[in-house]
Nanobody, 119 residues
């Protein structure tokens, strides 16, 4: 059974740091990009926080630049997000995603992990 499991969320103080980790089961293959998204309180949409390709190229939302660092290994089905200088507005449910190039292409999402930053 395909599983994507996130860990590392929790409570942090403003200015603090957290590290999120995500692991996909071996059934997920041909990963070409891995990403972290978040859903802000009261918002239905998930917004991109950071993404990394299998080749190591990264992309960050403006809100994450200079504060968050994404790392991942497509061969091991892992992706992490190191978050520093956290702000209360970073409070959200964070989701990881693996994008697979199998046919038909599909995305695999985790169940989400809550991050709460207190002021």
């Amino acid at each position: 059974q395909v599983q994507v499991v996130e860990s590392g969320g929790g409570l942090a103080q403003s200015g603090g740091s957290l590290r999120l980790s995500c692991k996909g089961s071996p059934e997920i293959t041909k990963i070409y990009v891995m990403g972290w998204y978040r859903q802000l309180p009261g918002n239905q949409r998930r917004e991109l926080v950071a993404a990394i390709t299998a080749g190591g190229s990264t992309n960050y939302a403006d809100s994450a630049k200079g504060r968050f660092t994404i790392s991942g290994d497509a061969a091991k089905n892992t992706v992490d997000l190191a978050m520093f200088s956290l702000k209360p507005e970073d409070t959200a449910v964070y989701y990881c995603k693996f994008a697979s190039a199998i046919l038909p292409p599909r995305d695999y999402w985790g169940q989400g992990t809550q991050v709460t930053v207190s002021s």
